[in-house]
């Protein structure tokens, strides 16, 4: 669904005045919900019907935090629970008016054309500068836990996190077994810093194990207990350990999504009767008649293409063209197709190695769908009334409507899925459509706005049906809240995507940022949940990335360089491939142009070279990353993935001229085959002897890349 994000408008003379009243901090062992609280007031020139504060602390969610106006008629204010860190707000006027906060002591650009207000909270003990040399730890940052993602098992290690205040010590250590493994800093933000520890384990033994923090002269030991005098290590018992995980097939996977209505008609039968010409400007509410039949016409394209997954946004009967809003979430669309027709389109793909996954959207439903239609017409009476939030009668679709909305939409009334005959109905759809189809994954629309408890219980579901079926939710920002292990398998990684853009589009990153940030976002989950991530460069829901180009096909070709080459399942929004345009959400959903889509078509070549090398190179599917260089002066970088059989390198020249990189090889078992073989670049067919060198000069055209892979990759690509 559109990610609807507030933008910065001005109406109205204010002031407003900001007050952070902190509790206590945290306990060191024990992550607290909301350890402090935030009051914000904001005082008016004139009297308004209503003032609430959304952020990124509500999902922003204008609705989920009214303000209470004082006796003054001009001042409103609200308390809320807070966690510490950035949080991310505005204000909104009588519904519809997002302002900014004119006193924030920060504003921010969201990365998708919004300006927001900074809040940063930080805990008590926070108050002197950091140093790892003083003695003094900041003790309500130390955190570790016996689940995720504080302790993970991933390919036969152990891989054990602790959390602390940035810059605050000089090392950590791992301690278990009479060993002591120095721990690596992975990721830091202004208010926490994680550190990894990797051990191997059998899953058979059960361990104890503490950290080692030295701070300056002072070292002291953390356990279960937190830090005292008495250490008590942490222990993991082997028979009550549950791993997390995730779909295997998912990192082999490059996915195709396909938007139903625009990627072929090809059965006119079907056709609605406003039906508009594929050529034309698309608009929120034309209809182009794409179907079945013309999806599958191009099965053998998709093949071809190297495609082994496609991601169909929502195919259920519904009034828009877009489909997220279901009428009957157990029958096809009549203007795509019959379900009969799905199914076989959907078992003629998966004969061709080709996965499905649906869209499903649990958050809201359309006004025709039954049990809503039927509280229009019975009101209080109705069997339904729990299935949605009612907040009087008649039911009036209005705006505001007089009941929840998906973003006060008075079209999409959200569901109330803690109701247990709409939570069984909800969860029923699981089963429903694995019957119909081979359902390989699931992806979840506006998933940050449904309660955890439905995803956890959707998960065991799933799970119980298929443990290799793929359930990725739609987040636009930080997904770590559902990727625990109990609710999601993956998000669509737009934070990928806005790196992407930031760096190739916009030119306003460094090579040094951009790969910080790839760094950044791997980091942030478990390395088999980073493997399986959604990357993407456009969606539905955001202009093409050719188009965000300003239609240099240069820098999108290195953006699916980067697509193809790094951690997770990259997935190729339609008609990216053959160098579609389109801007924001209508204009991103144009009809699919199957003239561009042939040998002829150079982005075509491109794509189908990337795809097969993926395909034939395991370390690009599978391998951990390492940056081996970031040139910002050059405009170049390059780096690694490697597992313990194979090693790949990706470089990239996003500068106007011709250079030349002299590149730290990666160290491992990998880089044996390598050595014996030498590397090959995928895209030049150039070769390179390696021997016994730890460095390797490589010449690079200007706005090109190279992927250098094990010759006998190479060999079995058909991109040699």
């Not at 191009?298 to 929502?314: K, Q, R």
């Not at 119980?464 to 793929?470: H, L, N």
């Not at 697509?563 to 924001?584: K, L």
């Not at 959400?585 to 070279?609: Q, S, T």
Request: with cysteine; hydrophobic share 35%.
């Amino acid at each position: 669904m559109r990610n609807i994000r507030p933008i910065a408008r001005y109406g109205l003379a204010l002031l407003l005045v900001v007050y952070a009243v902190q509790t206590r901090p945290v306990v060191a062992q024990t992550q607290a919900k909301a350890p402090t609280q935030q009051t914000f007031v904001f005082v008016a020139d004139r009297k308004l019907d209503s003032v609430s504060v959304a952020g990124t602390f509500n999902n922003w969610n204008k609705a989920a935090n009214p303000m209470k106006v004082n006796a003054d008629g001009l001042t409103w204010r609200t308390t809320l629970p807070m966690n510490y860190g950035k949080q991310l707000y505005k204000f909104v006027l009588n519904g519809d008016t997002w302002v900014l906060d004119p006193r924030a002591a920060r504003v921010e650009d969201d990365g998708n054309g919004n300006t927001n207000s900074v809040l940063a909270l930080f805990p008590r003990d926070y108050s002197q500068p950091a140093s790892p040399n003083d003695g003094v730890m900041a003790t309500s940052a130390l955190l570790h836990s016996s689940r995720e993602p504080f302790l993970n098992y991933d390919r036969g290690k152990l891989r054990l996190v602790l959390r602390t205040r940035p810059n605050d010590l000089r090392q950590v250590w791992l301690r278990s077994a009479g060993r002591r493994i120095p721990m690596r800093l992975s990721r830091s933000d202004e208010l926490y810093a994680n550190y990894v520890g990797e051990i191997a384990w059998d899953r058979k033994t059960s361990l104890s194990y503490d950290f080692e923090l030295v701070d300056g002269k002072r070292t002291t030991r953390f356990g279960a207990k937190g830090i005292n005098s008495q250490n008590q290590p942490f222990r993991l018992v082997a028979k009550d350990f549950h791993p997390f995980v995730v779909p295997t097939w998912v990192e082999k996977t490059v996915f195709y999504q396909i938007f139903p209505d625009r990627f072929d008609n090809g059965d006119k039968s079907n056709d609605p009767t406003n039906v508009q010409a594929w050529d034309s400007a698309p608009t929120g509410f034309s209809r182009f008649g794409g179907d079945v039949a013309g999806v599958k016409k191009h099965v053998g394209y998709l093949s071809e293409l190297g495609i082994s997954g496609v991601y169909f946004n929502p195919v259920f009967k519904s009034p828009s063209n877009h489909r997220y809003d279901a009428q009957d979430y157990k029958t096809l669309d009549p203007e795509f197709g019959t379900n009969a027709e799905f199914s076989a389109l959907t078992k003629d793909l998966q004969k061709r190695g080709i996965r499905t996954v649906m869209d499903f959207v649990f958050n809201h439903t359309a006004t025709t769908f039954a049990p809503f239609a039927d509280i229009r017409e019975k009101g209080e009476a109705s069997n339904y009334k729990d299935w949605y939030f009612i907040k009087s009668y008649p039911v009036k679709m209005q705006d505001p409507p007089n009941y929840v909305a998906w973003y006060n939409h008075p079209a999409m009334p959200k569901l109330n899925l803690q109701n247990p005959a709409t939570r069984d109905y909800m969860l029923g759809l699981v089963n429903y459509w694995k019957g119909q189809i081979p359902l390989a994954g699931m992806r979840l629309d506006v998933a940050n706005e449904v309660d955890m408890r439905f995803w956890r219980l959707l998960r065991q579901r799933t799970k119980s049906i298929d443990p290799q079926m793929w359930i990725v939710g739609e987040v636009w920002g930080d997904g770590t809240p559902w990727l625990g292990g109990d609710q999601w398998d993956s998000v669509m990684n737009y934070p990928f995507l806005f790196a992407n853009a930031d760096f190739f589009a916009d030119g306003k990153t460094t090579p040094t940022q951009f790969t910080n940030s790839l760094m950044e976002i791997y980091n942030r989950h478990p390395p088999q949940v980073s493997r399986n991530m959604m990357n993407m460069l456009s969606s539905h829901d955001t202009p093409r990335f050719l188009t965000r180009c300003h239609n240099d096909e240069r820098l999108q070709r290195l953006a699916a360089t980067v697509q193809f080459t790094w951690v997770g399942a990259p997935s190729i929004y339609y008609g990216e491939e053959v160098g579609m345009q389109g801007g924001a959400d209508p204009d991103n959903r144009r009809g699919m142009r199957w003239d561009l889509a042939n040998g002829g078509n150079p982005m075509v070549r491109f794509y189908k070279r990337v795809i097969s090398l993926r395909r034939f190179c395991p370390a690009l599917q599978s391998g951990d990353p390492k940056i081996l260089l970031a040139d910002d002066k050059n405009k170049t970088l390059a780096y690694a993935r490697t597992t313990d059989d194979d090693v790949a390198i990706v470089v990239i020249n996003r500068s106007d001229s011709s250079q030349t990189l002299d590149i730290p090889l990666p160290q491992g078992p990998g880089m044996k085959k390598i050595r014996e073989q030498g590397f090959s670049d995928g895209l030049s067919k150039q070769g390179f002897a390696i021997g016994t060198a730890t460095h390797l000069k490589i010449t690079i055209p200007p706005m090109e890349s190279a992927i250098l892979v094990s010759t006998s990759s190479l060999g079995g690509s058909d991109a040699k």
